[in-house]
């Protein structure tokens, strides 16, 4: 119920179900559950949708606390957990943490996922996102140009996220004043 509220953009609903759920989950099941990560998860997408970074933050690092417990270091799971810390981060403004969390989400993923995996793209995406903000524009079309080789491979060629890849690729073009490059992109 909390997830179809927060698919519909309800969050207040979608976190009064998933505060619900996990209390009855802490009731039920040991305190190392997957169930209760899976619950801290929920409620941290909730709260970084809504804004509420801290209790994001908290959420999302209960949730990785857990994992770590049960889950094989190089779990796919904890590299997602670390790629939402990073957002949450990244969302505060605190480029440094979040480059750290997006570096281990990132580590993770190359050992557990095959190496045309969409979501290898996401994390390359994720750190070409900071070093741009931090005006690494050559580290960050790096970047950049390696998410956008894996989509190619791994998605439709008219996805979406192909042409956001396009579009970051021409920002950093821009912004280093190669505006035929950018205009290409």
Do not use: F
């Amino acid at each position: 119920i909390g997830i179809v509220y927060y698919n519909m953009g309800e969050y207040s609903k979608a976190l009064s179900s998933h505060e619900r759920s996990l209390e009855i989950r802490k009731i039920a099941l040991p305190p190392n559950h997957r169930d209760l990560a899976n619950s801290y998860n929920n409620i941290g997408m909730v709260y970084d949708n809504m804004g509420e970074y801290l209790k994001a933050l908290s959420s999302y690092e209960r949730s990785l606390e857990i994992d770590k417990k049960l889950l094989p270091p190089n779990h796919p799971d904890l590299a997602s957990s670390y790629n939402n810390i990073g957002n949450v981060y990244y969302n505060m403004g605190e480029y440094s943490k979040a480059l750290s969390s997006y570096e281990r989400s990132h580590e993770i993923r190359k050992i557990a996922l095959p190496p045309n995996h969409p979501d290898l793209a996401a994390s390359y995406q994720g750190i070409g996102l900071v070093y741009y903000k931090v005006g690494e524009y050559s580290k960050a079309l790096s970047s950049y140009e390696r998410s956008l080789e894996i989509k190619k491979i791994a998605l439709p060629p008219n996805h979406l996220d192909l042409a956001n890849s396009h579009n970051n690729i021409g920002m950093v073009y821009y912004k280093v004043g190669e505006y035929s490059k950018a205009l290409s992109s």
